[in-house]
Each structure stands twice: as C-alpha cells, then as structure tokens.
C-alpha cells in the first residue's frame, strides 16, 4: 500500500508540478467553477490584482476593495509572524467568497460542502492537500460586532489565519486554530 499512490497524493504531485501561472490559472477556473455550481445566475464581481487573493462575491466593488485590503495587511502580519518568505503563501492563492446575505451563504455550504449552517456560523475556510482547494468563504455581516460575530473584518483575519494554520503538513486541533484566527484578528 505505500508505493502506490493514492488519488490524493497523485493530485498533489500533479498540482506541485505546476508553475505559479499555471496554478493560479487553475485557482481562477476553480473559483469561477464553484461560484457557477452555488449561484449559477449571479454574475460575480472580483479583484484578481492580488498576489495573494483571489476576492469574489456578489457585494459591491467597493467592499471586495475593502476585504482586499484587509486580507492584504493581515498577509503581511502572518508573513512577519511566522517567517513566511513566499508568495504566494497559498497555492495558486487564497480565494476568498464574500457572500452578500445569510442565503448565499449556507447555498455555498449546501452546494460545495452538502452541510447545513449553524446560525451562529458566518463564515469558514477550507483548505485541501496539494492546495486543489484553498478558500475563505465569509457571510457580509456587516462591519458592527453582534452577539454571534466581530463583524466582517474579524470574521475575515480569522478565517485567513485559520486557513493558513490548516495548510497541508499541519494537524492542528480546530479549537486551535479558531482560537488563534480569533486572537489573531484583534
């Protein structure tokens, strides 16, 4: 059973053979692949100027903008902090779905994960061997804390150190990493 590969490992070889224009291409046709399969008649918005994020949803230009910079500050902090030398720091980048509404959200969950949603959950990140996925997907709650959340800002540096923390290689228990996505957003 050890020489012969699994499907896993062969899809992450396959993926770790490809050249930072290739995988990112590969990130962008999964991106738009997934937004397809959750809201096939929504036409998404995006900023794929980013070296390190792929920003998608169906919210304004102007709040995709402010996720972008946000996510961008905060790369910059978990760069610093853990030593990272890369970039990008994910594989083919970090995609991250800002859904306009509570219903965009849990159809993504719905759709990609076949789970349904915890009213207290606004968001998650997923984030795959060999990076075939490598995601954040954030409800817009708005930018005031409420009794379930810190508002999108936190929920977004959260999720972005909690998907760093679950790259392939690392097994960390999830109160691990939501309690270190938490203190890191503060």
Do not use: C
Not at 1 to 6: K, N
Not at 48 to 63: K, L, T
Not at 154 to 175: M, N
Request: net charge neutral; no cysteine.
């Amino acid at each position: 059973r050890q020489l012969v590969p699994t499907d896993e490992e062969l899809l992450a070889a396959r993926l770790a053979a490809l050249s930072p224009a290739e995988f990112r291409s590969f990130r962008d046709e999964r991106t738009q692949d997934q937004w397809k399969r959750v809201s096939p008649r929504v036409t998404a918005r995006y900023i794929s100027s980013s070296p390190e994020f792929f920003i998608y949803g169906d919210v304004s230009e102007e709040r995709l903008k402010q996720v972008s910079d946000w996510a961008e500050a905060h790369a910059q902090k978990l760069k610093s902090l853990f030593g990272v030398k890369t970039t990008p720091m994910f594989g083919g980048r970090l995609t991250i779905f800002v859904m306009k509404d509570r219903f965009g959200y849990t159809e993504f969950n719905q759709v990609i994960h076949r789970r349904s949603t915890a009213r207290d959950v606004h968001g998650h990140s997923t984030v795959t061997t060999g990076y075939e996925d490598a995601y954040v997907v954030l409800e817009d709650i708005g930018d005031d804390p409420g009794s379930t959340h810190g508002g999108l800002q936190v929920s977004l540096l959260e999720h972005i150190s909690g998907a760093w923390l679950k790259k392939p290689g690392t097994s960390l228990p999830d109160w691990v990493i939501r309690g270190t996505g938490l203190a890191l957003a503060r």
